[in-house]
C-alpha cells in the first residue's frame, strides 16, 4: 500500500484536519514520517525563519523514530488508535516522558527533564497521537506579573501572531495557539486557568476548548489553581477538538477533581451526529469591551444567521457582576499558586534546583533575562498567603464559586432555558507593548473559568485580518452539547482563514492606501 506514496513529494500539511491527515494514512496516500516531516519542515520555515513565529520552544527528539514505528505497525496491520500517527503538540507546562524539559517558559525549569507522562499526555499516545514537541508559552502561564506580556517567555521568547506579525497571540496558551494556526502541527492541547485557551484560540482563528474542570487530569502539568486549572484542546475545527477531548478526558486516581470524569465523558466526535441549530435556545450576551464596532457588526451579523437557521435567541440582559468578583478570585488563585506550584516542584528530579516558590522569585531576581521586561509581584504577593485552611481564602473561593455557578451561569440557564450562553469570545489581537503590558481583551470568558464550566469558541471571521472569535458556554459537563453547537454554527458561518503572516495590520493594501493623504 505504501508504494502508493509519491517518491520525494512533500506531504501537503497546511490546513490538514486530522480526519483527513488520518484518511491519506490510511490510504497509503502519505506516511506517518512523511507527516512528521512536513511539520518540521514549516517549523524550520515559519518559526525558526521567515516569519520567526517563536511558537515552539522545543522539538521531541524521538518523534521520528516514533513515526517509524507507527508506519511499522500500519504495515503489520496492527490495530491503530483514532489519532494515529497524528502529531500533537503540548504547551510546555504539560510534562512528557520524551527527553523534553517541562520549563513553563522559564529559565528556573530549564533542566526540569521529567521523564514521565502527564496522564492526558498518556492518554493522547495511548490513542495514536505523536508528540511533536512543546510550545512556547506566557511564563508561567502568565501568572508571575500583573504587567505581564502574553506570550512571552525568558526560555522561548516572544510567540508572534501568525494574522499580524506585531500583534499578541494572547496567552498563556499562545504557543500552541499560534502553531495549531500555522499549520505547524496537525492539533495542540493549551491549559487554562482564565482564558489561557479560549482568548489564544479567539486570537489566532482557532477552535478552543476550555472543559469542565475534573474532565482532564492535571497531574504533571504545572499548576496555578487546583479550583481553575483545566488541560483542554486547541484546534483547527471541532471535529478536530472532539477527537482530542475523547482521548483526554478521564478519571485519575492522583487528582481528586477527575473523579466524575470517567461517568460523564463520552464520545464527543459521535456527539457531533446531526449537529443543529435548529430550536436552540441560544442566550444572547451583549459584551463591548475590548470590543471594536467592528466586531460588535459581525456579531450581530452572525446573530441573524443563526436565527435563520433556526436558533432561538434570548437577549440576556440580567447578568450579574458583582464588582468584588475579580478579588475573590485572585485571592483564591494566589493562595492555591503557593500550595500547588510548591507540590510541583517538590516532585520535580534533584535536577530542579528552584523546589519552592521563594526559590524561584529568588532565582528571577538573581537572573536578569526573566525580569528584564516585567517584574514578580504576583508571584510575591502569594508568597504571602497563608494557605488553604485561611478563612480569608476559604470565604473567597466560596463566594467566587457562587456568584460564578449558583446565581450566575446556573441562574441565566435556568430562567431562561438555554441550551448556552452565547457572546462575543474575545476582542481581537493588540499591538504587542512591552512599556505598557497587555490589553484587556475583554470578552465573558471570566465566569466560566472561575465557575470551572465549560467555554467553547469557534471563530466567527475577521476584523481587518484579524480573527475573532463566537463563544458558547454551559454547565458543568456540558461538552457534548456545546461542541455540537459549534459544529453546526462552524459549517454555517465558516470563519476561519488560514493566516496570512502579515507584517501588521497596517500592511495590508487597503488599510495602507488609507492611511496615506489623499491625493
Known amino acids: 500500500m505504501l508504494a502508493a506514496v509519491v517518491a520525494g513529494a512533500p506531504y501537503p500539511a497546511a490546513e490538514k484536519s486530522i480526519a483527513q491527515i488520518e484518511a491519506d494514512l490510511a490510504a497509503g496516500r502519505t506516511t506517518c514520517v512523511a507527516v512528521v516531516q512536513a511539520y518540521l519542515d514549516r517549523i524550520r520555515d515559519l518559526d525558526r525563519q521567515g516569519p520567526a513565529l517563536h511558537s515552539i520552544i522545543a522539538l521531541n527528539p524521538h518523534v521520528m523514530a516514533d513515526a517509524r514505528a507507527a508506519d511499522a505497525a500500519r504495515a503489520r496491520g496492527e ?220 456579531f450581530e451579523t452572525t446573530l441573524k444567521k443563526l436565527a435563520e437557521a433556526g436558533a432561538v435567541l434570548v437577549d440576556v440582559t440580567d447578568v450579574h457582576r458583582d464588582p468584588s468578583l475579580g478579588d475573590a478570585e485572585l485571592t483564591v488563585l494566589l493562595t492555591e499558586l503557593k500550595v500547588d506550584l510548591n507540590a510541583y ?67 441565566i440557564l435556568a430562567k431562561h432555558d438555554l441550551d448556552a450562553i452565547v457572546a462575543p469570545s474575545f476582542g481581537p489581537a493588540w499591538r504587542t507593548d512591552v512599556v505598557t503590558g497587555d490589553h484587556d481583551a475583554g470578552g465573558v470568558g471570566s465566569y466560566a473559568a472561575i465557575a470551572g464550566y465549560p467555554h467553547l469558541t469557534v471563530p466567527m471571521g475577521q476584523v481587518m485580518g484579524l480573527p475573532v472569535g463566537f463563544s458558547f458556554i454551559g454547565p458543568a459537563w456540558s461538552e457534548a452539547k456545546l461542541l455540537a453547537l459549534g459544529a453546526a454554527f462552524e459549517a454555517l458561518v465558516q470563519g476561519r482563514r488560514a493566516p496570512t503572516f502579515a507584517p501588521s495590520v497596517e500592511s495590508r493594501d487597503d488599510v495602507a492606501a488609507a492611511l496615506e493623504p489623499s491625493k
Open 345 to 411: 516542584l517538590a516532585s520535580t528530579s534533584p535536577s530542579v534546583k528552584t523546589r519552592t516558590l521563594q526559590d524561584v522569585i529568588a532565582f528571577n531576581a538573581a537572573t536578569p533575562r526573566e525580569l528584564a521586561i516585567f517584574g514578580q509581584e504576583t508571584f510575591e504577593a502569594a508568597e504571602q498567603t497563608k494557605g488553604l485552611d485561611d478563612p480569608a481564602y476559604l470565604a473567597a473561593r466560596e463566594k467566587a464559586l457562587r456568584l460564578t455557578r449558583q446565581e450566575g451561569i446556573d441562574a
Open 79 to 298: 490495530h491503530l488508535g483514532p489519532l494515529a500517527g497524528v502529531p500533537i503538540i503540548l504547551k510546555d507546562n504539560i510534562d512528557s516522558d520524551d527527553d523534553t524539559a517541562t520549563t513553563a517558559g522559564s529559565l528556573a525549569l530549564r533542566d526540569n527533564v521529567t521523564h514521565r507522562d502527564a496522564p492526558l499526555v498518556r492518554r493522547l499516545t495511548d490513542a495514536g497521537a505523536l508528540i511533536l514537541g512543546k510550545a512556547n508559552l506566557s511564563e508561567w502561564a502568565n501568572i508571575r506579573s500583573d504587567h505581564s506580556i502574553s506570550g512571552w517567555s525568558a526560555v522561548g521568547g516572544l510567540v508572534r501572531n501568525p494574522y499580524a506579525l506585531d500583534r499578541n497571540a494572547c496567552g498563556s496558551s499562545a504557543g500552541t495557539g499560534a502553531a495549531v494556526a500555522a499549520s505547524l502541527v496537525a492539533a495542540g492541547v493549551g491549559t487554562e486557568t482564565n482564558g489561557s485557551i479560549t482568548c489564544p484560540s479567539s486570537l489566532t482563528g482557532l477552535v478552543g476548548l476550555k472543559p469542565t474542570v475534573g474532565l482532564v487530569s492535571r497531574t504533571y502539568v504545572v499548576p496555578i489553581s487546583h479550583t481553575q486549572d483545566t488541560a483542554g484542546p486547541m484546534t483547527r475545527s471541532v471535529a478536530d477538538a472532539a477527537l482530542l477531548l475523547t482521548a483526554m478526558a478521564g478519571s485519575d486516581p492522583k487528582d481528586p477533581a477527575t473523579a466524575e470524569a470517567d461517568r460523564h465523558r463520552t464520545d464527543y466526535v459521535a456527539a457531533l451526529a446531526g449537529a443543529s441549530l435548529k430550536g436552540k435556545r441560544l442566550g444572547v450576551v451583549r459584551v463591548t469591551d475590548g470590543m471594536p464596532p467592528a466586531e460588535t457588526a459581525l
